[in-house]
């Protein structure tokens, strides 16, 4: 089926996004994979490069990180398709100034947007195409793809999701849906800790960053990491390692606000401890939640030296990173779970020292 609007007007990423959250039910995506800004990113492009059922044009995950602003302003037909045939082609540009996501996130584009997207029947898969090969494989469904038609608009809109929702969501996802609006909660999420002993967690955004905390980020970054404290909830607390605490002298209250995760690498002497908190909304580790936590580890006789404090984002792109940059901590790290192998430092400096560039890129 073609779509007589494709080659002449493309709708936002952001109305995109907005048409995502109304047509996908949050309870058939509790992780909001298919609702995020990443995914109406990823259907953006998939529009741009007509990588829709019934065009014969495919994508790949590397398409949607090379894609820029700059591109996107250019949709002339023609331009449209040499550039998703340029950035899927032998040649394919490199270092792309601009570039919407960085290489290697292309794995959860991949293994959570687009798996989700063709579980809910949003996209499709190329027929025949074994599951190695590296040809491009995925397009978008041309019943979604119709949805997001700029001209539709209002009861007309409302009209069409209804008969999308009917068509595509079986009757045991809409029972699904009805059990969990009465309170019936989805499966918990399963965090596995360093040492090989599970626990499970509410689902949500929130959990699904401190699964990546504590799975990758720890893993990546601490030389022996152990987890001490793992909380649900600012007052509830969902792993606490007593023995350990119990080693390391380190006494957590849980009558003030806790730290989302606590973390501790065992490989120096003394042990580091590190502090992250998960920001989904809210609670980002700036000034003054850093005192805090720096009063919290004083109080067990933690010297400043042997702390880190971290906030971890989903992604560079996100508007919860965006909107809290300015408010980050000096002297904290920032960690992105679409960068899993990338850190940030926010070095703060010392009146009484100068540092060149030169010597800070020698230390880093």
């Known amino acids: 089926m073609k779509l007589a609007w494709l080659d002449s007007v493309l709708p936002s990423v952001g109305e995109i996004h907005r048409r995502l959250s109304k047509v996908i039910p949050e309870q058939l995506d509790p992780r909001g994979w298919a609702r995020r800004e ?10 741009y490069g007509y990588a829709v059922e019934g065009y014969d044009r495919w994508l790949r995950p590397t398409a949607i990180t090379d894609m820029t602003d700059a591109q996107a302003r250019l949709q002339e037909p023609t331009e449209r398709r040499r550039w998703l045939d340029a950035v899927q082609g032998r040649n394919r540009p490199r270092n792309l100034k601009g570039r919407w996501y960085s290489e290697n996130t292309r794995e959860p584009i991949r293994d959570e947007t687009l798996r989700t997207f063709l579980k ?10 074994p599951t190695t090969s590296p040809k491009p494989r995925y397009a978008l469904s041309s019943e979604f793809a119709a949805l997001l038609d700029p001209r539709i608009l209002s009861e007309a809109l409302d009209s069409a999701v209804a008969g999308w929702r009917e068509r595509h969501i079986s009757q045991a996802a809409l029972a ?40 990758i980020f720890a893993t990546q970054f601490l030389e022996r990491p152990a987890v001490v404290l793992l909380s649900e909830s ?4 969902a792993h606490r390692d007593e023995e350990l605490l119990a080693a390391i002298g380190l006494t957590i209250p849980v009558s003030g606000a806790l730290p989302d995760v606590v973390l501790l690498d065992l490989d120096p002497d003394p042990p580091l401890l590190v502090f992250v908190e998960c920001v989904i ?6 000034a003054r939640r850093r005192r805090e936590l720096e009063r919290l580890a004083t109080r067990s006789g933690y010297g400043k030296e042997n702390c880190a404090y971290v906030t971890a984002f989903h992604d560079r792109q996100s508007s919860p990173y965006r909107r809290m940059v300015t408010a980050l901590s000096w002297g ?30 020698r230390s880093a």
């Not at 990443?38 to 529009?47: Q, Y």
């Not at 809910?120 to 195409?129: D, F, M, N, S, V």
């Not at 699904?176 to 800790?193: C, D, M, P, Q, Y």
């Not at 990338?342 to 070095?347: A, T, Y």
Request: aromatic share 4%; hydrophobic share 45%; charged share 30%.
């Open 38 to 47: 990443m995914a109406a990113r990823s259907v953006f492009v998939m529009l």
């Open 332 to 361: 904290s790290f920032v960690w992105f779970e679409t960068e899993p192998r990338e850190i940030m430092f926010l070095r703060a400096g010392r009146e009484a020292h100068r540092s060149s560039l030169a010597r800070l890129l």
């Open 120 to 129: 809910l029947g949003i996209a499709i898969e190329r027929p025949g195409l």
């Open 281 to 286: 909304t809210d609670g980002p580790v700036d």
């Open 176 to 215: 699904r849906i009805a059990l969990l609006r009465k309170g019936v909660t989805a499966e918990n999420v399963l965090i596995e800790l360093p040492g090989g002993e599970t626990r499970r967690v509410a689902p949500g955004p929130s959990a699904d960053l401190t699964k990546a905390v504590v799975e």
């Open 234 to 237: 600012k007052r509830k607390i």
